[in-house]
């Protein structure tokens, strides 16, 4: 989704601008742009496309000159990607500027008033409605302006300003699209998020909704909504800035899934103590706080909600507790049935999903206790949570998660012991037996990794598919949703989970000969009832690709392809599972030729609903 920077300081801003962008294209875009501000007046260049052509166009015309600037990735919202959408957007004076993320709900009317005054508009989207206003409300005081100008807006909005007037001057917005201030002492930054400006520094606030910050190049002050100044809490991030580099992989996601063990390590390791306890940092639930919840909801999008999903199956089998999983845009809307004797559990990568951090508001209006499991640090849902466990996963860059997700699961696993000990539904002893296969999936994970060149090639006989269906039962099924999404974001090939149990009941039609099926058999289990399944579509032309366990490579003996997995205790099976599905995505998207790390139409953070 949109990314916003803005600098104030004393370097030249246009190449500090332009590096500051391309830090931020993973969150997904179709056009940019930056202005800046020298001499009383504001530059705008903008063109549709990637930064490349921004950069490009620069180079063609002229590279403007200033200390003072701000710039956008836009994805498309309100028309079409072309350069007159593109951000920044003037004011009808050219005295302002701005950039925006978020939907400004109220902008049809605020534009059909404005037009009435006689404001001629110059683009399709919301955010012009945003410039005008400052023209309309412009008293001769920028700080003044603005608040006048927010008090009108309703919807979601970041927004980065400029006042030609006032050229020592940079404003910031927030309301419920992410927004930060990173300080340093050659000048100071806004962003979308850190990874943009982790180059420079690594000292940010936070900003919240409802807060304004007054950007100068020596420091920064904020404010409430009613023009109030308030103090806020400078926080360090500790990424590490080669962590949001590719580091020699042709692409970021293929880097993400490498880093998958390391990952999974850094967020276990400081969980689980020396003598084989659980200890989720701060959280402070006591026993009689978890024996007293009578439901779990889980909720979450995309990926987020997979991870949901398989946190159903294992605390409901571990703890024995109610969970229901939600997709957050149906979650919020739905009048769940949440109250103070339910945990919801909030997942999410980038902590700004603004569906998933609605639902996190409607469950605490609710009563509910709220815990969320979320990457980026200081992001909104783990302000906002009760209690929060962080994935200490590192920035994931690629669109299409990996790491995050990986990450997410072992979370959950990490909870759903903590809620069976506490439920005394699992003995200290199996406990203990969990926690120390759990700290061996890292390494299994890694194991991985050698069977890469045999994915490359099934992945190769892909080149060319409409359709695929991914089929499993239990945690299989739940691991099928998971692979799914990756194969058909990334690839464009149609494809659908199926419980494979369900095949009969109607999907079975569309198996013809050809037809390519992904079986899921790592649920021991029920390896033979899904092998029956997988014969089904067999019988009927398909073809079919097993993943299955190291010990039960007879499930090879009936299919096209197979690979076996190492082994772990079943509940722990799709963190081992997911991966060589990943690299099936992946490889199916390489050979297709597509953009792997920024598939179409999509983005990394989705900060309007
Ligand atoms: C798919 C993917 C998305 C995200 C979803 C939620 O690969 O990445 O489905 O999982 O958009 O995003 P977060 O986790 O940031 O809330």
Known sequence: MCGIIGYNGTSDVAPLLLDGLEKLEYRGYDSAGIAVLEDGQIDIVKSKGKISSLREKISKTHAPKGDIGIGHTRWATHG??????????????????????GIIENFATLKADLQKKGYVFHSDTDTEVVAMLLDENDNGNFFETVLKTVKMLQGSYALGILDA?????????????????????????????????????????????????????????????????????????????????????????????KEQPDALRKTLSPRITEDNKIKLDDIELTDEQIKGFDRIYIVGCGSAYHVGVVGKYVIE??????????????FRYRYPLVNEKTLTIIISQSGETADTLEALREAKRAGSRTLAIVNVVGSSIASEADDV???????????????????????????????????????????????????????????????????????????????????????DYAVALEASLKLKEISYIHSEAYAAGELKH?????????????????????????????????????QVFAVANEGNESVGNICDHAIYLPKTNP??????????????????????KCDIDKPRNLAKSVTVE
């Open 506 to 542: 109607g999907t079975i039609s569309l198996i013809e000969p050809g037809t390519s099926v992904i079986a899921l058999c790592c649920c021991e289990r029920l390896v033979d009832k899904t092998v029956s399944n997988a014969k089904e579509v067999l019988a009927r032309g398909a």
């Open 317 to 330: 089998q571990l703890a024995r507790i109610p969970v229901e999983v939600d997709i957050a845009s149906e």
């Open 80 to 101: 079409e990607p072309s350069d007159e959408n593109a951000h920044p957007h003037y004011s009808a004076s050219r005295r302002f500027a701005v950039v925006h993320n």
């Open 571 to 592: 509940l722990f099976q799709p963190s081992i599972e997911v991966v060589p599905l990943q690299l099936l995505g992946y490889y199916t998207a390489k050979a297709r």
């Open 165 to 257: 007037n006032d050229p020592d001057t940079l404003i910031a917005v927030k309301r419920s699209s992410p927004l930060i201030v990173a300080v340093s002492p050659e000048g100071n930054y806004i962003a979308s998020d850190i990874t943009a400006v982790l180059n420079h520094t690594r000292e940010m606030y936070k900003m919240n909704d409802g807060e304004l910050a007054v950007i100068k190049p020596d420091g920064v002050t904020f404010f409430n909504e009613d023009g109030d100044p308030i103090l806020k809490e400078l926080q360090h991030v500790d990424w590490d800035v080669h962590a949001a580099e590719k580091g020699g992989y042709e692409h970021f996601m293929m880097k993400e899934i």
């Open 389 to 475: 466990l962080y994935t200490w996963a590192g920035p994931e860059i690629s669109v299409a998660t990996t790491k995050a997700y990986s990450t997410q699961l072992s979370l959950m696993y990490l909870l759903a012991i903590r809620f069976a000990l506490a439920k005394g539904s699992i003995t200290e002893s199996y406990s203990q037996e969990l926690l120390t296969e759990l700290q061996t999936i890292p390494d299994k994970v890694e194991e991985i990794f050698k069977l890469e060149p045999q994915i490359e090639r099934v992945a190769e006989t892909y080149t060319y598919l409409h359709h695929a269906y991914f089929i499993g039962r239990n945690l």
